[in-house]
């Protein structure tokens, strides 16, 4: 009895002594921060007070000089030119929030957002300084922290567009607190379960998941080149992964892929939406800040792959099932948009201009989820005539 009691205490010493550390050397920088705190937590992430270090404290971080689809990301660590925050008078400025989807997979001026860019200068043949795109997308987030970006960095710039991507495929869930609830992969099958109160402010345990759930987004941290040694920062230099860049490569093993994706089926049933109202409430508070800048806003719904790629169905959703009865494939959807429109928020529904298209799937990067070129170029042309009429 004596030797266990002695092992318990020793244990509890350590334990107490490793919080204590971690909380000490937490406030040495962002990152530790992040590593040993709740990054989605809304007292969390009301901590951030400066636009430049939002980028580096996300399961997928970016820094300046990051090179990515050919561009060398600017001195506040993002996929844009560096601009002043000052406009100049006669210009315009496009914002553009949103997740990886907004960074995206292919080259940097094969993006919808640069394609819409040269659509409006080719249509005004205006000067670059006329119509000014600033792209303040980060991978691997949600509303919640693109709310944040907007409030600490888009309105310094006073956008007078501001464009928001929304995937279907994570949004509901990339804000979900890791409070609430945690998921873990066993054999395959996903299992959730709660952890108790006093476990919430553990820095080991944030500490623990944080690593793991950054260890889960390794495709995007793959792709990312490291930096050169430039002085040059928020330019486009091409390079390898321009030269390189195949439509339909594979990026990941099918066995992988389906993987992830059946990480997220649960928005296609009715009890997959726990965190419905965070999400709402960011979006709104995003739509809020958009109006006080006096700012146009428009939400464009991206799909998931899996919505419009049959073969994908049948392989993700009958092996979940058996059948597709109790699925909705279109309720992510009719959720979304019913919440933009009784707020009167502009939105564009990429789901049925996919399935318009005489080949849906060949609109994703193959195996990867995202949109290769043809399917950026799909969005370029559904959101320019909303655009022009917004620059009107």
């Keep these: 009895m004596p030797c266990i009691l002695l092992t318990l205490t020793s244990f509890s010493i350590t334990i107490v002594s490793l919080e204590i550390f971690l909380s000490k050397i937490s406030s040495m920088s962002y990152s530790l921060q992040f590593y040993t705190r709740n990054p989605y937590k809304q007292s969390y992430t009301n901590t951030i007070l400066d636009g430049s270090t939002i980028t580096q404290m996300t399961a997928c971080p970016t820094r300046p000089g990051l090179q990515l689809n050919g561009f060398i990301y600017n001195s506040r660590g993002f996929e844009t030119p560096d601009l002043s925050y000052e406009k100049p008078s006669n210009t315009s400025r496009v914002l553009l929030l949103g997740d990886s989807f907004a960074v995206g997979v292919v080259p940097y001026h094969k993006h919808f957002f640069r394609l819409l860019e040269s659509g409006v200068h080719q249509k005004y043949n205006a000067s670059p300084s006329r119509y000014e795109f600033i792209n303040l997308g980060i991978g691997c987030i949600g509303p919640a922290i693109e709310k944040r970006v907007l409030e600490l960095e888009g309105i310094k710039y006073k956008p007078d567009v501001i464009l928001l991507t929304f995937y279907i495929g994570n949004d509901f869930t990339d804000d979900e607190p890791r409070e609430d609830a945690y998921t873990k992969q066993i054999n395959g099958l996903l299992e959730s379960f709660r952890l108790p109160a006093w476990a919430l402010e553990s820095r080991i345990i944030s500490l623990t998941t944080n690593l793991a759930i950054r260890l889960t987004k390794g495709r995007q941290l793959a792709s990312y080149e490291p930096p050169e040694k430039s002085n040059i920062l928020g330019v486009y230099t091409g390079g390898d992964q321009v030269n390189h860049y195949d439509p339909f490569r594979p990026v990941l093993s099918d066995q992988e892929y389906h993987d992830g994706v059946r990480r997220d089926i649960g928005i296609y049933y009715h009890s997959g939406y ?4 965070r999400v709402q409430q960011n979006i709104l508070l995003i739509s809020e800040l958009a109006l006080t800048q006096k700012a146009k806003l428009l939400v464009i719904v ?8 049959i073969k994908l ?3 993700i959703l009958l092996q979940e099932d058996g059948s597709t009865e109790t699925v909705d494939i279109r309720l992510p959807q009719k959720t979304i948009i019913s919440f933009l429109e009784s707020n009167n928020i502009s939105y564009i529904d990429m789901l049925p201009i996919f399935e318009n298209n005489q080949n849906p799937a060949s609109l994703y990067q193959s195996n990867d989820g995202h949109l290769n070129i043809f399917g950026e170029q799909v969005v370029a042309a559904a959101v320019y005539p ?7």
């Design 302 to 309: 991206i799909p998931a792959e899996i919505q419009i790629n």
């Design 313 to 315: 169905q049948k392989e």
């Design 274 to 277: 726990n965190n419905l109202f």
């Design 386 to 392: 909303w655009l022009l009429n917004a620059l009107k």
